[in-house]
């Protein structure tokens, strides 16, 4: 009843070629699929990021579920054994210290391995507050996103302050995204771009990406704001660079004449209650 | 004998009187005048008076309940009793009652109630969501119910094993005839009835658009549905705190001589981890709510950026609760597992010592990891390597709850019973839970999982995968022990194989929703993703009916079979199953000696349970 070496080398066995089938699968057919698709090189990354945490987690995955189907199957009390105990093991020394070792290896491959693709990424897409650690090279094109309840405007600083309430963005660009509010705490969230920064009052929260071919992706709040959270969504294009610059000044053409109500442009804006526009 | 008296103190004068203090203190709080406080007296939202009423509310109900009667006995002189835990009959449960196991009853009884209330909410919710756009509820109903839900459920479940199972067993199995602090032990018991009352209320003021966070600013321009949220979690948190304390005081101080450390159960374990997290996190939680309540009330900035506050100052606060928090509700859930799997494995606790190391590991680690729920914010981002790393080392001491737990089973002689396919299925949940977890505290893949309904799903797999599927595996494992009489195993049966299917095939779903791009608490939602949430619907309903199963067999096997369930209906080894069922009044009639081992199974491959060795030798309670 005992001979307990065989159901180690068993469960072993069967967590190998467990993992051998799975693995595969995990890298080729899962992980290519994985979000949010590759609209960006950060997303990109991304994708690449969520692949290597499955894979990671497969042969522990593997190995518990193996056990657990392996121990329900031949450790069951038998009929008639009901009354009977299982083997007096109060632990195992050397299996202790192996499961220690392989989850701290997996540990810190992984925060080893995130913080190298943080730092790589220049945020890898995540708001990364006023000061960023790292910025990408070159001048990236700013573009304001000011959340309030319920929608978001986008202004362009270096097209006269001008601001939309669409987001139409340059392809081929750096871009960095300057996320702000009015009101609440927002949450600009572009999917197929691979951003999201919370929209803070007072806070320029600053996140980059590059756009890298023509598209559209779509725009959601992703953090609870009130009333109308649910609705708060909508369509952004990234553009070829003619397009752009003949969508930029159509809209500056087409808000001239309201500019002036606008504040001036600032990384953050109070909210005057007494003033009111028009 | 008692004598009677013309008034007694039981539930329903606490009722009254609470209703009254809250009309006392409404009318009070409107006297309150001052030119800097802003008055909406033409829609008739004064939160002061609110906050009034709430505070004489819950002062009257609690005097109602007979909570002041011993404080004013004593000024006058009168000797120390426990006169409370000598009431016999059906009416102690209806009051202020310093036994132990009654208090353990009436905390099933009650917390049951509301996280029903809770799980109704969540039926509510998933009905808007079988379609894409607006289908039963408003943006402001949606959000109360997804409020009321999140926040009932968190509220709630923090002492959803604590409660009615370490108050019922953790004085049994320390070898105590009761807590160190009885009638603070009935105090947070009737706090929390208080609090739940108190979240319904919101419902009568418009409900709250904040979620079970109630971030700042929103939730100080909220309007007074915000208050019920704010009195409701600042009187769990209270309640938290002190159940904590008495837990920790009962098991430092009460233990029987010869009960080392090293020689308590492992839920004895779980109760400590767990309390000690409660007594440090919960406090910073009531500070934060009574700052919110003064951002609301007096016009302070705390959370204004404006007034020179800070929104990251809340979320800060929040999360250095929030984060113990949902270990809270994960700790108490490993303790019940590790303590059920070497009882239906008929094996000792695999590494014991690896743990007991786990569950305070996870304890202290906790403290260290909130900023993880801020990744996207914009605060410290050259923290965020901290962060993740602080995050990703949790699931050392997690893995070694899983190690233990697997190693529990090697070569044993499994049985599955119904508490058992709770613990197994704790071991499944909780994987997943775990692994999803991963991917929220890799930065690079929070930015897209932060929000989502991934997040949403991570957590119902960590709390309802395993907190809740623990408690049922408590339930089902000691409610015999409690009322003495057995709960119908096929009835069981059916409510685990249809609760665990339904749950993976509602919350497994919402992982790949939220990968594909679907934020938390939203009314509406993009037209592709209408099957998988009308899928993800039907689950959820299936699962609210699996609770059915499991009301129908507690109201059939406790009300109508009533089959006895004898002493030791499981061939446990643990202390009280070598009592009567249900457990007498005074516990022991000695204190027990306890061996140097919690679980003395192993080496009977020939006798059957009469042959089996106790664990404790208790002096037989007189009949």
């Known amino acids: ?278 | 004998m008692r004598r009677r008296r013309l008034v007694e103190f039981n539930l329903l004068t606490g009722v009254v009187l609470g209703i009254v203090g809250f009309y006392v203190g409404w009318w009070l709080g409107h006297l309150v005048k001052a030119p800097s406080l802003d008055y909406f007296d033409d829609t008739g939202q004064n939160d002061i008076a609110l906050f009034v009423a709430y505070f004489t509310g819950v002062v009257g109900f609690l005097v109602g309940l007979g909570f002041a009667n011993y404080p004013v006995q004593r000024m006058l002189g009168k000797p120390p009793s426990l006169r409370e835990k000598e009431t016999e009959g059906i009416g102690r449960y209806f009051g202020l009652c310093t036994d132990h196991k009654v208090v353990g009853i009436q905390y099933l009884i009650g917390i049951g109630a509301f996280i029903f209330i809770g799980g109704l909410n969540a039926m509510l919710i998933r009905f808007e969501l079988l379609r894409p756009t607006h289908l039963a509820w408003n943006g402001n109903n949606y959000l109360t119910l997804v409020g009321l839900h999140g926040t009932m459920m968190m509220g709630m479940m923090t002492s959803g094993i604590l409660g009615p199972f370490a108050n019922y067993f953790v004085p049994l199995m320390i070898g105590a005839r009761r807590m160190a602090f009885p009638r603070i032990e009935a105090l947070t018991f009737w706090l929390l009835m208080a609090a739940g009352t108190i979240l319904m209320t919101a419902l009568a003021f418009g409900g709250f658009p904040t979620g079970w966070t109630g971030y700042a600013p929103l939730s100080v321009q909220a309007n007074m549905g915000m208050d019920a949220y704010i009195a409701f979690f600042a009187l769990v948190g209270l309640s938290m705190t002190l159940l904590g304390l008495n837990m920790l005081a009962t098991v430092i101080t009460m233990r029987a001589p010869g009960l080392a450390w090293g020689r308590l159960p492992i839920f004895v374990w779980g109760t400590v981890s767990t309390s000690v997290l409660m007594l440090l996190a919960a406090p910073v939680l009531i500070s934060t709510l009574f700052m919110l309540a003064l951002d609301r009330t007096a016009q302070t900035g705390f959370f204004n950026d404006q007034a020179g506050g800070s929104p990251y100052l809340y979320e800060n606060l929040f999360w250095i609760f929030g984060h113990p928090e949902v270990y809270i509700l994960a700790l108490p859930g490993m303790g019940i597992v590790l303590e059920l799997l070497p009882v239906f494995s008929r094996k000792p606790l695999w590494g014991y010592r690896l743990a007991v190391t786990g569950l305070l590991g996870i304890t202290l680690l906790s403290f260290l990891v909130w900023q993880h729920h801020l990744f996207v914010s914009g605060i410290n981002a050259d923290l965020r390597p901290f962060y993740m790393l602080s995050t990703e080392l949790i699931s050392l001491p997690t893995g070694f709850i899983f190690v233990c737990a697997l190693g529990t089973l090697w070569a044993g002689r499994i049985r599955l019973t119904v508490p058992m396919l709770f613990a197994l299925a704790w071991v499944f949940n909780f994987l997943i839970g775990g692994l999803s977890g991963v991917f929220l505290s890799d930065v690079p893949s929070d930015v897209t999982t932060h929000g989502s309904f991934f997040s949403m799903a991570h957590f119902h797999y960590t709390i309802m995968g395993g907190l809740v599927f623990a408690f049922f595996g408590a339930v089902y494992y000691w409610l015999p022990k409690m009322t003495g009489f057995e709960l119908d195993e096929r009835l069981g049966k059916l409510h685990f194989w249809v609760m665990f299917l339904a749950f993976n095939s509602t919350f497994g779903p919402l992982l790949v929703i939220g990968f594909l791009g679907m934020p938390r608490r939203v009314v509406t939602y993009a037209g592709y993703l209408q099957g998988a949430n009308e899928w993800v619907s039907v689950s959820a309903f299936v699962l609210g009916a699996s609770m059915l199963v499991f009301v129908a067999n507690l109201v059939w096997s406790q009300v109508f079979a009533r089959v006895p369930a004898g002493a030791n209906p499981w061939g446990s080894k643990s202390i009280e199953f070598q009592l009567p069922s249900p457990v007498p009044v005074h516990d022991f009639d000695r204190i027990p000696t306890f061996g140097p081992d919690p679980y003395p199974y192993g080496g009977i491959e020939e006798a059957g349970f009469d042959g089996t060795r106790p664990a404790v030798s208790p002096a037989r309670p007189t009949p």
């Open chain 1, 1 to 278: 009843m005992w001979s307990r070496r065989g159901h180690g080398w068993r469960i072993a066995a069967l967590t190998t070629i467990g993992t051998a089938i799975v693995l595969p699968l995990v890298v080729f057919v899962l992980g290519p699929n994985m979000p949010p698709g590759k609209g960006t090189p950060v997303a990109t990354s991304q994708v690449t990021d969520n692949t290597v945490l499955l894979v990671v987690m497969t042969p522990f995955t593997v190995f518990i579920l193996v056990y657990l189907g392996y121990a329900l199957t031949a450790f069951r009390a038998k009929p008639g054994e009901e009354g009977l105990d299982g083997a007096p093991l109060r632990g195992h020394f050397r299996s202790q210290v192996a499961w220690l070792a392989s989850t701290t290896a997996a540990v810190l491959f992984l925060a080893i391995f995130g913080t190298t693709e943080l730092l790589a990424d220049n945020g890898a897409g995540g708001g990364a507050g006023p000061n960023p650690v790292t910025k990408p090279g070159g001048a990236p094109l700013p573009v304001q996103v000011i959340g309030q309840q319920w929608e978001f405007t986008y202004r362009y600083p270096t097209y006269g302050g001008v601001e939309t309430a669409t987001l139409v963005l340059p392809v081929g660009r750096k871009i960095a995204f300057h996320v702000t509010s009015l009101d609440a705490i927002h949450s600009f969230w572009a999917y197929e771009l691979g951003v999201k920064a919370d929209a803070n009052p007072g806070v320029d929260n600053i996140a980059y990406v590059e756009t890298k071919k023509i598209s559209t992706f779509h725009v959601r709040c992703a953090e609870l704001c009130g009333l109308w959270h649910g609705y708060m969504s909508d369509t952004g294009h990234v553009v070829s660079d003619a397009d752009f610059a003949s969508w930029i000044a159509a809209r500056k053409r087409q808000f001239a004449p309201v500019m002036k109500y606008l504040p001036k442009y600032s990384s953050s804006y109070n909210p005057d209650p007494t003033f009111r526009a028009g």
